[in-house]
């Protein structure tokens, strides 16, 4: 039985402290088994939003895991960004850059997508395929299997499509016969739950808002998704709950309910 938080593209050093306060209530009362932070955790990689950053996620009392995103790079110290891209980033959240986690009913598996050469744009390679692929054959059959990466795998909108991960078809492919449910995701500050078609088997692409940072998009506010399975849900059923932050109320509400029944053998 596991709750699952994910918390994506906080930007901290954008970060809105209404809303930042209001996340740390919501997961003092939802109290979540993992923590999942999908990127873009600060929004220029400067020493001082990692710092922010952690002493928030220290706040929230879960086991993290988290990946970097194109914004946890520096952008403007080139030395830094080409010789040592995640010094700051490793400082802050450990030397796993691409973190697992395994309980008996939830097995997560984090991908670094983020490129130092790139800007923007994640890309992903063969080795990381199948080395993803490689741990969900492992995994048990009561367990939900989770795949972390920063940008999408899949898109509801035209203006999106450049934003998809380079190499997500070959993933897709591999990742969905080897058995994963759920790939989760950020980037785009556009949350939505996705079935994906013409796989192994059935897929799901779970997309997360901006958490806490101004960048939101126009009509969408800052959001984060929780994920229920096992006992916190019906059976067989993984329930995924996006949560919007109210500023009438500076609390996040539930917004919408996605009910996904994976597959097992």
């Given at each position: ?69 194109n914004h946890d790079v ?41 490129r130092p050469r790139r800007h923007k ?145």
């Open positions: 039985m596991s709750i699952l938080l994910q918390i994506s593209d906080p930007h901290f050093g954008t970060e809105q402290a209404p809303g930042v306060e209001a996340l740390a209530q919501f997961a003092r009362q939802h109290r979540p088994d993992v923590l999942v932070l999908s990127g873009d955790i600060t929004q220029r990689a400067r020493p001082c939003q990692f710092r922010a950053a952690r002493a928030f996620v220290d706040r929230l009392g879960a086991s993290v895991l988290a990946v970097p995103g520096p952008l403007f110290d080139l030395w830094t960004r080409l010789r040592r891209p995640y010094a700051r980033y490793i400082a802050a959240f450990g030397a796993a850059l691409e973190p697992v986690h395994h309980s008996p009913d939830l097995m997560v598996v984090c991908v670094n997508t983020k744009h994640g890309e992903i390679s063969a080795l990381q395929v199948d080395r993803v692929a490689r741990l969900l054959e492992r995994a048990e059959s009561a367990q939900l299997r989770v795949v972390v990466v920063h940008q999408p795998v899949a898109v509801t909108r035209a203006e999106d499509v450049s934003n998809r991960l380079r190499g997500h078809a070959a993933a897709l492919d591999l990742w969905a016969a080897a058995g994963a449910d759920l790939v989760m995701g950020g980037h785009i500050h556009f949350p939505y739950v996705m079935p994906l078609q013409g796989l192994a088997r059935p897929l799901w692409v779970v997309q997360a808002g901006t958490a806490s940072s101004s960048r939101v998009r126009e009509g969408v506010p800052n959001s984060v998704n929780l994920l229920r399975w096992g006992a916190h849900a019906a059976p067989g059923c993984c329930r995924i709950e996006q949560w919007d932050y109210s500023a009438d109320d500076r609390a996040f509400l539930l917004a919408r309910v996605s009910e996904v029944r994976p597959a097992r053998a």
